[in-house]
């Protein structure tokens, strides 16, 4: 292989500290492996393997790095027999520390046992085992809390838990004592959080760690405010510029200067508390000179920048120090009351586990800490006779991963090495891009202080950047690079994605002929738009469908079209070094969670006849057979149970039916006391029971002879079970349960039953790991099992599919690290990131400390505090950039193609919300606009708004961008696919109702030899053979009166009604939406906003425009109507219906108290009255219900008068025969209207009227 300069230097160089910042693809792992070699058959000076300390990131990994040792070892053992080095450090390779962190500790702790005072016969806890005792010793924690009664203790439980009781407590004690944990002095730590909250004055707030973050934000926001005002000031002067707007800038740019330059909080907060007046009007100036598209944009700008200073504002102005002081103090008490407790309860926790001789991971790095370092009289660590003992046996420490390291392992390491005796001996690779463990206490600041500090030059701490990329197509690259040159920078990401960063292609990929040398190698963008507005009675089908499952449709639809024999993706084999069509195998779908989304796509995929898989660590506890056998060990711990009792009686294992149970309760309660209650065991037991002659007949005639024999075995079967569980091992037990129950027989008859078996073993698995734990019996299993559901420990269905299966692989974007493959779908870019730990009364951040909402518990009042108001933003920002990382690691996991996939419900207005960053020429984004990112669908998008792809994608949709300022320079190789989710459910509908994939390939007999084509006629039959009830079958149980509307259509109505909406939409559109103060709205969303506002908007409002005007802005204002409604809305169609004949009549109808607006109903019909079919298929006599609302109704002294309101187009060249289609086309919905009207008031309907928006008249019907 040849080495890069970079690589070779890293080979060979010695005796120093190298810092290797390792990009994704460069082939790090390697090197590694290659530096190892190098240093154990230098020709002059050998190392000896197991004088080197490697420590990796997973086992797998070590047991890859040693399996690659081995196999080049071997190899030149091979070409050199004779050589005794090579031959020695083979039989080293055994004992060489090659090994996690985890199990370094583990090794010092084991040698070292005696100084630590600790049993050598200690266990590490099992993870369920140690939830059940922390559990434990908190539930007696509180218990003795409660007992002393203390008034600190029942303030802070007061304050902060959560509904009733002390809901969320334990979480709060135990997180923060979790975040303790992961320094080297945890209870240290914990006293330096209390000093800090017991610190009120003003110059302690004024130096805390919050404040300082404070300031930095304020400066950092304001100085992007002032650079983007300055180029609009720009823009204004630009030739065709709104000249008259520039002081306007001007002042606003004094503003956050004013910001930029203030040093404390009071100074920062005299200018925000001033804002409402601060603000100069914007100009109304007219002139003919100025380009209206430049100073729409600017006006829009203006306001976009004003609220951004407005919400800086309402986030960080909460009063003058002396009241930000006074709630700070407020929650002082509690606070301290919740460090007491967490230490209190990590004493408790230890001596629990010491007690048991357990210990966990957390202890093992502690305990190794304490073995190799001791305090310093400045609290630093220095080195023990352990850690110098052990650094002389070290040549040298290799860390890989090195990004993911946190402070307690950094001291290990150190403390090993031989930096302090002046001979630097630790090599360091990793990439802080790729730091994805926050959740595991991860700190790449530690990289980070590192690659700042150490220099590129020859030198004792050094540094070497490998940026060259090995795995993937320049396609790829240039994709993760255009992102990340925009999105990634030091205060978001922890890294300035700069030239240095930036990924360089490094495989060279031969080029094809044909087919393969025209193949699209760009990267694909397939974005649906779910949209935010649907037709209150939308199409049942669409309904159907949540957003995940669509897209699963999108990314199967895809991946059919991938994998396509003839005109499939062509994707080059090293193996057989050509080019051939992808395969399912090549493929793997990435999703940031695979919780709730793997299952959606496996469910898609395989119903698209394309084999899927993903191991998912959910789904275990919820599948049907493991919850049965979990009901029946609860019944024989206590068959007093009715739910697990009646699981298990209706399950194959009981074999009870509910007309059977029902007829065992039912002799039970005629039979006892009155008000007496012995549960579902109670009614078997008495249905057993020995009954005199008297008692013969009347209830006791409810049992039959054969039901009660079969309850006879059940109730034999149950005690059998019950005396076996007090002398029988659980895992004995559990073999017994199912021989004796034939349930490993049934499970095997049943469709899926090699994974039903496959859960049961890992279940008898589990009891054999519980039985290892200090916890014994069926009561604790249950318990146990319980505990890990509670805590989210879920262990996912046992796994059937080999890795080498040619099978679409799902999993998520951590379990893809470090892995590749040839085509990478990125799927659920729209889903939302999780902030949850920036939520709750209480805030912990690892560096910040402790901050809550203050809590008046008299007055039952919560507010938050300024601390608290950071430690979101700070917490935000932190989640903000491991999503980034998570994003970048999701991207360059792809050699040959990428595909992203996202839905969003506001696609058609996020396409325009960020015109604005066209304006930016640097080559990062502002900071504040990537940082109120809510998906990695807005980091595309703002990203992709300075492409010449962003035009393109707002020149489909009829959008012309802003082309007068200069674009960003990197462009990307990109196709762009924009979708409605309502296209994609017609493609399926329209599939499905053609008999799908899996029939189009099963009746394709082209293929087949011809002795086989003799079968094809009888298969064809079988095969098109058509169920005669199948509408009895799939009769739906409820329709909307939308849906009887549209089976009352012809096709020809249809289709022009779809097709006087498109021309309804276009003529809508007449400005550039960037132009518009908000989106322009299809006609779906047209007449739902028409619907609200004639919903909310008083009949009685005077009919004048300007009336109409303000009462919708009034609506807006109280959060009734969504902000610009009125702009987007006709209302003078409104002010003319108001003042029609119809509209003064419903105000008279407001006046008497008469007239009802949007009124639901639900009302039974019969079913053969609906669709012919259903009384052919038998169900005349079944009723359907159909649901629906009423848009208004009002009561007159003769009778009942019904409105229905309508906003589609109504082509009026037609005359009057358009106006007659218009009526029939909605006859059938409104007759149901005045059915169930008429049904539910009992009052006669004596008029129907359809008010048409577009004729602008009431039409009788």
């Not at 509180?142 to 009781?165: C, D, I, M, N, W």
């Not at 895809?558 to 057989?576: A, C, H, M, N």
């Not at 989640?879 to 193609?897: D, P, Q």
């Not at 006859?1227 to 008010?1251: F, P, S, W």
């Amino acid at each position: 292989m040849e080495w890069t300069n970079e690589q070779k230097q890293i080979i060979g160089l010695r005796d120093r500290n190298i810092l290797v910042a390792a990009a994704a693809g460069s082939g790090k792992t390697a090197v590694l492996v290659e530096r190892i070699l190098s240093m154990i058959t230098d020709e002059d000076h050998p190392v000896d393997i197991d004088r080197l300390l490697v420590v990796t990131f997973t086992n797998a990994a070590a047991g890859q790095m040693k399996e690659r040792i081995a196999k080049r070892l071997s190899g030149r053992l091979e070409e050199e027999p004779d050589d005794r080095n090579l031959k020695r450090q083979e039989d080293l390779l055994p004992h060489a520390k090659i090994m996690t962190i985890d199990s370094f500790c583990l090794y010092i702790v084991r040698n070292y046992f005696s100084s630590l005072d600790l049993d050598p016969d200690f266990r590490i806890g099992d993870e369920g085992e140690l939830k059940l005792l922390r559990e434990d010793v908190m539930k007696a924690l509180l218990e003795r809390k409660y007992e002393e009664a203390a008034p600190e203790f029942f303030q802070f439980v007061e304050s902060y838990a959560e509904g009733k009781g002390d809901g969320g407590i334990p979480d709060y004690i135990e997180k923060l004592y979790q975040f303790a944990s992961a320094y080297p002095n945890p209870y240290r730590q914990l006293e330096q959080w209390k000093d800090q909250l017991e610190a009120g004055s003003a110059e302690a707030a004024r130096s805390a760690g919050w404040m300082e973050c404070l300031m930095d934000e304020i400066h950092l926001e304001a100085e992007e405010l002032a650079a983007r005002f300055t180029a609009a000031r720009e823009v204004c002067l630009e030739p065709g510029g709104p000249y008259y707007y520039e002081e306007m800038f001007r002042s606003d740019e004094r503003i956050v200067k004013g910001l930029l330059s203030a040093q404390s909080y009071e100074e920062a907060a005299e200018i925000l508390s001033g804002l409402k007046t601060a603000f100069v009007r914007k100009p109304s100036k007219k002139d003919p000179a100025v380009d209206d598209e430049k100073k729409a944009f600017l006006s829009a700008l203006r306001d976009e920048m004003k609220k951004a200073l407005q919400d800086m504002a309402k986030q960080y102005y909460l009063g003058d120090m002396e009241q930000v002081l006074s709630d700070i103090r407020g929650c002082s008490g509690p606070l301290c009351e919740l460090v007491d407790l967490a230490a209190e309860f990590g004493q408790d926790y230890s001596a629990a586990k010491r007690e048991k001789n357990l210990v966990d991971f957390g202890d093992i790095e502690h305990f190794a800490l304490k073995v190799l370092t001791e305090e310093g009289p400045d609290g630093e660590f220095l080195p023990t006779e352990a850690a110098a003992e052990m650094s002389k046996s070290f040549y040298e420490i290799m860390i890989d991963e090195y990004q993911d390291s946190n402070r307690i392992q950094e001291e290990i390491l150190r403390s090993v090495s031989r930096e302090r005796d002046g001979h630097p001996n630790i090599f360091m690779v990793g990439d802080v891009k790729q730091s994805i463990y926050k959740f595991r206490q991860a700190r790449p600041e530690l990289f980070m202080e590192k690659y700042e500090a150490y220099t590129a030059e020859d030198s004792l701490h050094q540094k070497i950047d490998l940026h060259r990329n090995f795995r993937s197509r320049e396609e790829v690259l240039r994709t993760v690079n255009f992102f990340f040159s925009q999105l990634m920078e030091k205060k978001l990401g922890g890294i300035s994605y700069d030239e240095d960063a930036a990924l360089v292609p490094g495989r060279e990929f031969p080029e094809g002929d044909g087919e393969q040398a025209g193949e699209n190698r760009s990267t694909e963008f397939i974005f649906l738009d779910s949209g935010k507005d649907r037709d209150k009675e939308a199409d049942a089908k669409l309904a159907e469908y949540q957003a995940k499952e669509l897209e699963a449709k999108a990314v199967a639809k895809r991946i059919r079209e991938l994998t396509d024999p003839v005109s499939g993706y062509k994707i080059y084999d090293s193996q057989t070094e050509g080019y051939r069509t992808a395969r399912y195998g090549d493929i793997v779908i990435l999703l940031r969670t695979v919780t709730g989304w793997a299952e959606v796509f496996v469910d898609s995929l395989m119903e698209a006849g394309i084999p899927a898989y993903a191991q998912s660590r959910t789904g275990y506890f919820t599948a049907r057979e493991v919850q049965c056998v979990l009901h029946l060990l609860r019944v024989i711990d206590n068959p007093m149970q009715d739910i697990p009792m009646a699981a298990v009686m209706k399950s194959p294992m009981g074999g009870f039916t509910s007309e059977e149970l029902a007829l065992i309760t039912a002799d039970f309660r005629a039979d006892i006391v009155p008000k007496e209650t012995r549960g579902l065991y109670g009614a078997v037991k008495h249905c057993l029971e020995e009954k005199g002659a008297e008692e013969q007949g009347g209830s006791y005639a409810m049992v039959s002879e054969e039901l009660r024999g079969k309850v006879r075995r059940f109730y034999d079967m149950i005690r059998d079970f019950r005396e076996k569980a007090v002398y029988m091992r659980l895992h004995q037990l559990l073999r017994y349960i199912l021989e004796k129950t034939e349930y490993e027989y049934i499970l095997a008859a049943s469709p899926g039953g090699r994974l039903k078996l496959a859960n049961i073993e890992m279940l008898i698995k589990r009891a054999v790991d519980y039985e290892n734990t200090s916890y014994q019996g069926v009561f604790q299993f249950v318990r146990y099992i319980e505990n890990l559901q509670k805590y989210s420990v879920d262990f996912g269905e046992a796994s059937l599919a080999g890795e080498q299966e040619d099978t679409v692989r799902i999993t998520s974007i951590h379990k893809s690290k470090g892995l590749e493959y040839p085509i990478v779908i990125l799927a659920g870019a729209g889903k939302l990131f999780n902030q949850g730990d920036a939520r709750g009364k209480i805030l912990l951040h690892p560096d910040l400390g402790i901050a809550a909402d203050y809590i008046d518990t008299e007055r039952r009042l919560k507010a938050a505090t300024l601390p608290k108001k950071v430690f979101q933003r700070q917490l935000r920002l932190e989640n903000l950039g491991e999503e980034l990382r998570v994003l970048y690691v999701a991207l360059t996991r792809a050699e040959e193609k990428l595909i992203i996939t996202g839905t969003d419900r506001y696609l058609e207005t996020k396409l325009t919300k960020w015109n604005s960053l066209r304006l930016e020429e640097g080559r990062e984004l502002p900071y504040q606009e990537v940082s109120r990112a809510s998906s990695y669908l807005d980091w595309m998008l703002m990203a992709l708004v300075r492409s010449r792809v962003y035009g393109e994608i707002l020149s489909e949709r009829g959008i012309t961008p802003p082309v007068f300022h200069p674009v960003y320079g990197e462009e990307i190789p990109a196709v762009v696919h924009v979708e409605s989710v309502e296209a994609l459910v017609y493609h399926e509908v329209e599939k499905q109702a053609s008999g799908g994939l899996l029939r189009e390939r099963l009746t394709d007999w082209g293929g087949l030899p011809d002795e086989e084509k003799v079968l094809s006629g009888q298969i064809a039959d079988q095969l098109s053979y058509v169920y005669p009830y199948l509408a009895a079958v799939s009769a739906p149980r409820k329709f909307t009166v939308s849906q009887l509307k549209e089976m009352g259509m012809t096709e020809g109505e249809e289709e022009a009604v779809r097709l006087m909406e498109d021309q309804d939409k276009d003529a809508d559109r007449k400005r550039p939406a960037f132009l518009e103060k908000e989106e322009e709205l299809s006609g779906a969303a047209r007449g739902t906003a028409y619907h609200r506002v004639l919903e909310l908007l008083p009949m009685t409002t005077e009919a004048k425009r300007e009336s109409v005007e303000e009462a919708v802005m009034l609506l807006e204002k109280q959060g009734l109507l969504p902000s610009g409604t009125g702009e987007r809305l006709n209302l003078g169609r409104i002010t003319k219906f108001l003042d029609s004949p119809l509209g003064q009549r419903m105000a008279e109808g407001e006046r008497l108290g008469t007239l009802r607006k949007e009124q639901q109903f639900v009302m039974g019909v019969p079913a053969a009255r609906i669709c012919s079919e259903y009384g052919e298929a038998g169900l005349s006599e079944e009723r359907m219900l159909v649901q629906g609302i009423i848009d208004a109704w009002f009561e007159e002294e003769d009778g009942l008068v019904l409105v229905d309101y309508k906003t589609d187009k109504v082509d009026k060249m037609e005359g009057e025969d358009g106006v007659r289609r218009f009526l029939e086309r909605y006859r059938t919905q409104v007759d149901y209207y005045q059915e169930a009207l008429e049904q539910n008031t009992g009052k006669r309907v004596k008029e129907r009227y359809l008010y048409s928006f577009s004729l602008e008249r009431a039409i009788p019907l």
